[in-house]
């Protein structure tokens, strides 16, 4: 079983190296896209694994907590600029979707990057239990989503996935 930190840190990975969002767009990919990462990786990261690290008594909490709704922000901004792409690409305006895509990819790698450095190394002082159970807690939202769709987007196979979440 991986920690929440590392199968976020893996999906990172698989989200940077996407098709869809490096370059050759594909509208219903980018939809398929949108729903996982609203539904499931912000979702998890926001009802999740952030409160786990909010409670947690750092010397420096206030100024940790501030990050926290930084990242929040740019959840909110990449998920408006995501839809923004949609529409753009429904409405045949090809040059903004040139324009903007390369900017989402941006936004959203160095955001990644961002809770990979300010974030998730805090994991580490979190109990081991809270550990196990929040990655019992993520395989609900990902059931929610959609347990197979969620592989396809990341490319976990069945091996993968029972090994990073300890599921059977
Ligand atoms: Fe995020
Ligand atoms: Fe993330």
């Known amino acids: 079983m991986a920690s929440l930190v590392e ?6 990975l698989s989200i940077s190296r996407m098709d869809v969002i490096r370059g050759s767009f594909d509208h219903d990919s980018f939809v398929a896209f949108r729903s996982y990462l609203k539904e499931c990786h912000i979702e998890i990261e926001e009802k999740i694994c952030f409160p786990i690290l909010e409670t947690f008594p750092f010397p420096d909490r206030k100024v940790f907590s501030s990050n926290v709704e930084r990242i929040k922000a740019d ?5 408006t600029l995501a839809v923004n792409i949609i529409r753009w690409s429904e409405d045949e305006k090809t040059e903004m979707l040139e324009t903007r895509l390369p900017l989402f990819y941006k936004l959203l790698t160095e955001h990644n990057t961002k809770e990979e450095n300010d974030l998730f190394p805090r994991w580490d002082s979190i109990d081991s239990q809270v550990l196990k159970s929040s990655s019992k807690d993520a395989i609900s939202i990902i059931d929610s989503f959609g347990r197979k769709e969620y592989m396809r987007i990341i490319g976990f196979n069945d091996s993968s996935l029972s090994y990073f979440f300890g599921t059977k």
């Open 7 to 12: 199968i976020l840190t893996v999906e990172h």
């Open 75 to 79: 959840h909110k901004l990449i998920d």
